[in-house]
């Protein structure tokens, strides 16, 4: 096992050829350690230099909605009066931490989506 870090493209492509030779290793084994390894250090530089952010809190919204067929009525349960939801859906209204908590619970919208935009 011969394993460097990940500096650049090059180094990014060489470690994945790698890891394709060794992903389904057994469990206990060297090959199954350098696995590990590879996946650590492709991940560290793809957080690095390839980073996603959370989605806008109001997309995050908009999409479990689409996933789930709910209306805007639906949100009510969540936000409040249908003008509030109409306010918060137009992003004329920012989020209170009641409605992100109500949406994490309720909707099962990751917490971190919902306070993207706060910082």
């Excluded at 493209?9 to 890891?19: C, E």
Aim: hydrophobic share 40%.
């Amino acid at each position: 096992m011969n394993i460097k870090p990940i500096r650049n493209a090059k180094d990014l492509k060489i470690a994945f050829r790698q890891l394709e030779k060794v992903f389904q290793s057994k469990k206990g084994t060297a090959e199954f350690d350098e696995m590990e390894i590879l996946v650590t250090l492709i991940e560290a530089y793809e957080n690095r230099y390839y980073s996603i952010s959370p989605p806008n809190p109001i997309e995050a919204i908009k999409f479990r909605m689409e996933q789930q067929g709910l209306t805007a009525r639906d949100l009510e349960a969540y936000i409040g009066s249908s003008g509030r939801v109409s306010e918060i859906l137009n992003k004329k209204r920012p989020l209170s931490i009641r409605m992100v908590k109500r949406l994490h619970d309720g909707l099962n919208i990751p917490y971190e989506s919902l306070l993207a935009d706060i910082a």
